[in-house]
């Protein structure tokens, strides 16, 4: 019982330290000059840097798919989604470094449902990938 209450706490106390560290390092850094700029940036990146892992990770399972005509449509898919990914990042960057036109205000107003329809296209490839996939055997009839 010593044991489980030791780890409890240990692993409270480690939470704890690594709130500091990562506070202390941020607060470390914020008095680097241009450094808030920097951040600001890689915050507006994220979100399309994980759309071009799942557009990777997408593009390198449909090899694997059984069916041709599945792969051709996902391969589309995944290059469509890449290149509205890319326009969507250039647009976002554009916003970011306070461009001025008609098209980005429309754009900052609507670029919300940019990533949704990036999310609506990384589940339609990956769905259209698991179809073309063979069936997978029931458990009673696998042999172990």
């Known amino acids: 019982m010593l044991l489980i209450a030791g780890g409890f706490l240990g692993f409270i106390l480690f939470v704890a330290l690594l709130v500091f560290i990562l506070r202390l390092f941020s607060i470390t850094l914020f008095y680097i000059p241009g450094f808030d700029l920097f951040f600001e940036l890689i915050i507006v990146m994220i979100p399309y840097l994980v759309f071009f892992a799942a557009y990777y990770y997408l593009f390198k399972k449909i090899n694997h798919s059984s069916i ?43 670029s919300h449902y940019g990533l949704i329809f990036q999310l609506i296209l990384l589940l339609l490839t990956a769905g259209i990938i698991a179809g073309g996939d063979t069936k997978e055997k029931d458990w009673m009839e696998r042999r172990v």
Do not use: H, P
Not at 82 to 94: A, E, K, Q, R
């Open 68 to 110: 041709k005509a599945t792969r051709i449509i996902a391969r589309i898919l995944v290059f469509a989604g890449i290149v509205f990914c890319t326009l969507t990042l250039i647009l976002s960057i554009m916003l970011y470094k306070k461009i001025n036109n008609d098209w980005l205000k429309i754009f900052e107003q609507n």
